[in-house]
């Protein structure tokens, strides 16, 4: 590999100079050739040294992690080993992503932290009101008893309506699936087969047809009814069919 030649610069940790190098050589974060990079980490460290710059007990702890890695790499391997035991740089590209990360979104908010530096705002101005004038002649009793029923107006504005404005706007009703299951069985001893639709013939609000639908159910779950579907057929309007061995039943066990 042709020898790198960069400028030396100040590093703020052996992590930030690890992954210089890295982005140097144009290396996988995470398939760190360890034998180039450390050939490359020692020589800078030692360059550092040449020129009597402060290199910290970070970089050589670094250095020997770097080392241990490198010698780990090289030692023979049995093949249980091989398959048990994990890449030793592991727990370095572990900290060079975290590292990493940090360094970029630094990168991002460097030069976002100055916004606004330059804008100046205006304080609000203070207004002053008027001193409230008071006209004793016109404070008769007619007008407190006045001035007493607009604020209570206003008073009765802001409280929640009561209750019984909203009758026939919403209501809860309630509608027995036990009633529809008996309903629609007398319908169907009369005659044993109905059309799905006309099951809810006559019926007048959402609730009562979620009953009428439940009912239907119950019926083929206890086996009085079954459903049938023909090719020519309305697959929305199906056959429904009492079956031939149903008797009148047990209502009573149908919940509402």
């Given at each position: 590999m042709e020898q790198l030649q960069f400028k030396l610069e100040h590093f703020e940790g052996p992590l930030d100079l690890l992954l210089t190098l890295v982005r140097k050589n144009k290396v996988s974060i995470y398939d760190i050739p360890i034998s180039v990079i450390l050939d490359q980490y020692l020589a800078v460290v030692q360059e550092m040294q040449e020129l009597d710059l402060e290199v910290s007990s970070e970089f050589l702890v670094l250095a020997a992690t770097l080392l241990q890695i490198k010698s780990r790499m090289l030692l023979p391997k049995t093949e249980e080993e091989d398959e048990d035991?994990?890449?030793?740089?592991?727990?370095?590209?572990?900290?060079?992503?975290?590292?990493?990360?940090?360094?970029?979104?630094?990168?991002?908010?460097?030069?976002?932290?100055?916004?606004?530096?330059?804008?100046?705002?205006?304080?609000?101005?203070?207004?002053?009101r008027?001193?409230?004038?008071?006209?004793?002649?016109?404070m008769t009793p007619e007008n407190l008893i006045a001035a007493y029923k607009r604020a209570y107006q206003k008073l009765e504005r802001k409280l929640p309506p009561p209750k019984h404005s909203f009758h026939g706007i919403v209501g809860h009703e309630k509608v027995s699936v036990r009633q529809k299951v008996i309903g629609i069985w007398k319908r169907l001893m009369k005659k044993s087969k109905m059309k799905f639709k006309e099951l809810f013939a006559g019926v007048k609000s959402k609730p009562e047809a979620v009953a009428s639908f439940l009912a239907v159910l119950e019926l083929i779950k206890l086996k009085?009814?079954?459903?049938?579907?023909?090719e020519s057929e309305d697959f929305s309007n199906p056959q429904i069919f009492r079956e031939d061995t149903a008797s009148d039943g047990d209502w009573t066990m149908i919940e509402d």
């Open positions: 035991e994990l890449d030793p740089r592991e727990e370095l590209i572990r900290r060079l992503v975290e590292y990493s990360k940090v360094k970029d979104a630094a990168e991002y908010l460097r030069p976002r932290q100055s916004i606004g530096a330059s804008m100046f705002f205006k304080t609000p101005d203070v207004i002053e008027p001193p409230a004038e008071w006209n004793m002649a016109c009085k009814i079954r459903v049938e579907y023909t």
